[in-house]
């Protein structure tokens, strides 16, 4: 398991290069000059142009100042936003806890619908329920996210008022941020009802983000099941009078788990890419929104900066998904 | 991360009726950049910052664009309009917070701090949070202003380098906003300049309180205000930045007060129980700007020609969906020295296309440039480049729509030789003619703001001699002028000034809507 883990480790530098000098050269080859983009239509005179860019540090060359980024990296400094003029390591920091509060909510909503349903519709192929669920999925899998999302709240607030509208929690608590989670930092606040008007403010969100990995989950789920319910040791289970819920459950989810558990890893990626979305919509201050805003502003440091900590913590959790592999499955990790 | 855990709940964690009593919830559109105005250039940061927490010398009257005093109870120009002195006003309160507790009141220090921390290299101000003072170096300040002489604690002297009569209007600007020098001192002390942008201290009618990056910003009354105290007890922005998201918390009651509808929402809401829809011409205007240096635009007959095939009240019913009004003139109507004598070019096509034939232009091809970003003076360039594609067909003019990256856009417009005419706009910044017509239309902004690239003598002297004197009566007169001439020259199409919309609560009370395109909550009620 150590040499399995270590092996695994070993692609994580060259790939951290990779992502580094990707981060950095994507927003330098997109057209668009920061300091421009910032005077707007006032515009700006030549000579305090030439200021800002010495200021800036672009006047030197490119891969100069890759070098200064890398180590300035290295160092745990990835720079200061041009535009709030504050640490960029410090901005993730205090956006990254809601964007993932807001994912670990929706990927829970996905696994805990999206397994079942994609069981049941292994075990009912081809029947009613098969197909309910598989048009469903196809449905919320092709659902476009800003649409989604504004149809839940016209009618779940607007119209039925069951939800809020958008927001972590009643603007009457206010209190300072201890870990950055809502759902946390409201029970630890002591303040009646917090903690109630923070899980009422995550119910929209979550089901908006967590659509999409449900419906790859459930689809996902029900063809690997197809397949391992067709294996022999399946037959074979089934001739010594073994009970369907056992069958299923045990002997066939547990080996329909690996390909299920290879997307869940890759959903985190996209749930942070549908982030994006669900938390301009929602006013959810997460990560998406503020790289979306950067990107706009060509306010390099940020890009740069939150491109490659997403990235970390995609490969991250990508290697958690290799050792879970081991885990499932003590045949992976021997190879 | 905070190891303490603080709970305010004296301020705010009151039940739902009382609280929502005195509170005023404003969905902003937008996070703010910081909250030390001078170091910014984003309305929505001047909401955030200049407009609550902050007073100016002079300011502009919340709804109009005339110059009141603020902390400056009045001030006087040499008669050669080189030095302007302005007299303090007494007894003003500084902001206490948890990092800092005034020991004097405001005086002529801090206005020397505000501005010299802005101008002077050396200053231990300057460098901090990354400053580069865009507005400020913008409009010219650090050239203009020679030198601050303190005369005594509550009399402090502007020397300028040149006479110039838009400087009042520009010390009423967001990065004219007085901070507390004692403030800064603490600051530098305690090893935490960033502080003045982070924990804002200033004079204003609310004081900062806390701020969640990308989702609430909270203020609470001043109840030293040297007016008198707001009409509030706490004022909070929700950073929503979804139209129709802020539409629906509008409806359910989440928040009080919406910026930016969205146009398509403007009639639903217009009918909505309970809500109110305020608007007002928004201090801007959208145009189309010839290159008058190129053939054969740089023949006035021809501009003039092209402009009378537009079909304005079009763009205005398609692309402003009804949100704008037809601009006549460079500058909008609300600003003084607007000449309303002025009769715009008739839309007429055969009469436009005889003009054309007259002046030998025939199956003429050219560029039109339409901006990539969405603007309040022109919601959708696309469309308008289209609409307008459409009407010069109608007079045999092949039009191209090209667009670029923003950056690239501004820029490539701004060249001398370029190819097309450029769609654009401007948004006021202090409510002075001086800065429509001599930054969009005078000669020294050629190759930069002065997109038409235009630059006629009579309009220049004119708009020169309006710069020096302080009278505004007389002003106003050579404006007039100016805008007659601009208006027989067209080095513009002048196509709109959008109205600004603002739905709120029916149980707000006092609001109004500020011409500068800024959101003001002192004076404003919550029944």
């Not at chain 2, 809500?275 to 003039?304: C, H, S, W």
Request: proline letters at 5%.
């Amino acid at each position: 398991m150590f040499r399995y883990l270590l092996a695994r480790l070993a692609t994580f530098l060259p790939t951290f290069i990779g992502v580094t000098l990707i981060s950095f050269m994507f927003i330098r080859v997109l057209p668009g000059d920061p300091i421009i983009v910032m005077a707007g239509e006032r515009g700006i005179s030549e000579e305090r142009y030439q200021e800002l860019v010495v200021k800036l540090g672009y006047d030197k060359p490119v891969l100069a100042q890759y070098w200064d980024y890398l180590g300035g990296v290295v160092q745990g400094d990835l720079g200061t936003s041009f535009v709030t003029k504050k640490p960029v390591w410090d901005e993730f920091f205090a956006l990254f806890p809601a964007t993932l509060e807001l994912s670990i909510c929706a990927m829970i909503f996905a696994m805990a619908l999206g397994l079942p349903a994609g069981v049941i519709a292994a075990v009912n192929r081809g029947k009613f329920f098969d197909r309910a669920l598989m048009s469903s999925a196809l449905i919320g899998y092709s659902m476009p996210i800003f649409w989604w999302a504004l149809l839940l709240i016209i009618v779940f607030s607007g119209n039925l008022g069951w939800t809020p509208v958008s927001g972590r929690i009643d603007l009457l608590y206010y209190f300072d941020d201890v870990t950055g989670f809502m759902l946390i930092d409201s029970v630890l606040s002591g303040q009646e009802g917090a903690f109630k008007s923070a899980a009422r403010h995550l119910i929209l969100p979550t089901i908006v983000l967590g659509t999409i990995p449900l419906a790859v989950i459930a689809r996902q789920t029900r063809s690997a099941m197809l397949e391992v319910l067709g294996e022999d040791y399946i037959r074979t289970a089934r001739a010594k009078g073994m009970s369907p819920a056992r069958i299923n459950g045990v002997h066939a989810l547990r080996n329909a788990l690996i390909p299920v558990v290879t997307v869940i890893g890759l959903s985190v990626g996209t749930l942070l890419a549908g982030a994006i979305l669900t938390e301009t919509i929602f006013s959810w201050p997460g990560i998406g929104k503020w790289m979306v805003d950067s990107i706009f502003r060509r306010d390099y440091p940020v890009v740069q900066g939150g491109l490659l900590m997403i990235a970390v913590i995609v490969m991250i959790v990508n290697l958690t998904v290799d050792v879970l592999y081991g885990v499932i499955n003590p045949k992976i990790r021997k190879r | 991360m905070k190891s303490k855990l603080f709970v305010a709940t004296t301020a705010f964690a009151l039940t739902a009726s009382t609280a929502f009593a005195s509170t005023l919830v404003y969905c902003s559109e937008g996070s703010p950049e910081g909250f030390d105005p001078a170091l910014f250039t984003a309305g929505t940061t001047f909401d955030a910052s200049s407009h609550p927490v902050y007073n100016r010398l002079v300011e502009f009257e919340t709804g109009t664009t005339n110059v009141i005093p603020g902390l400056a109870e009045s001030y006087e120009a040499s008669d050669d309009g080189m030095e302007y002195t302005f007299h303090l006003r007494k007894g003003v309160k500084f902001h206490s917070s948890d990092n800092f507790t005034p020991s004097r009141d405001f005086n002529a220090d801090d206005v020397i701090f505000s501005f010299e921390r802005q101008q002077k290299e050396d200053h231990p101000y300057n460098k901090v949070s990354g400053g580069t003072w865009e507005y400020f170096q913008g409009m010219g300040m650090g050239d203009l202003v020679k030198s601050i002489e303190k005369i005594d604690d509550h009399t402090v002297k502007f020397v300028l380098s040149k006479p110039e009569a838009p400087f009042v209007a520009n010390m009423a600007m967001d990065f004219a906003s007085i901070l507390s020098a004692e403030y800064g001192d603490a600051m530098i002390a305690a090893g935490t300049p960033e502080m003045m942008n982070t924990a804002p201290v200033g004079t204003g009618p609310f004081s900062f309180v806390a701020y969640q990056k990308d989702a609430v910003i909270r203020y609470k009354a001043n109840a030293e205000y040297w007016k008198a105290p707001a009409d509030i007890d706490n004022l909070i922005f929700a950073i929503t930045p979804d139209a129709s998201v802020r539409y629906q918390k509008l409806k359910a009651g989440e928040c009080h007060v919406m910026p930016y509808p969205n146009p398509a929402d403007i009639d639903a809401i217009k009918v909505e129980d309970g809500i109110v829809m305020m608007e007002q011409e928004g201090l801007n205007v959208g145009y189309l700007a010839y290159n008058t240096t190129v053939a054969p635009f740089d023949n006035p007959k021809v501009r003039k020609a092209l402009n009378m095939a537009i079909d304005k009240q079009a763009i205005i019913d398609v692309v402003f969906q009804g949100s704008g009004e037809i601009a006549k003139n460079p500058i909008p109507p609300t600003m003084w020295g607007y000449n309303d004598a002025i009769v715009d070019d008739k839309y007429d096509p055969a009469a436009a296309k005889a003009a054309l034939e007259a002046e030998g232009v025939s199956g003429l091809d050219m560029k039109i440039w339409a901006m990539p970003v969405q603007r309040p003076y022109n919601p959708n360039a696309r469309r308008m480049a289209e609409l307008l594609q459409s009407d010069f067909a109608k007079v045999g003019v092949n039009v191209e729509i090209v667009s670029y990256e923003w950056g690239e856009y501004l820029s490539r417009s701004k060249d001398l030789n370029r190819d097309g005419a450029v769609l654009l706009g401007w948004t006021g910044d202090n409510g002075d003619p001086d800065n429509f017509l001599a930054v969009l239309l005078g000669c020294e902004g050629r190759e930069a703001s002065n997109r038409a690239q235009w630059c006629h003598q009579p309009f220049e002297d004119a708009i020169q001699k309006a710069k020096v004197i302080t009278d505004q009566g007389e002003r106003a007169k050579l404006y007039e002028e100016a805008q007659t001439i601009f208006k027989d020259q067209a080095p513009w199409a002048t196509i709109a000034h959008s109205v600004v919309y603002m739905p709120m609560s029916e149980k707000v009370k006092g609001y109004k809507v500020h011409p500068l395109g800024s959101h003001i909550f002192y004076g404003v009620s919550v029944e």
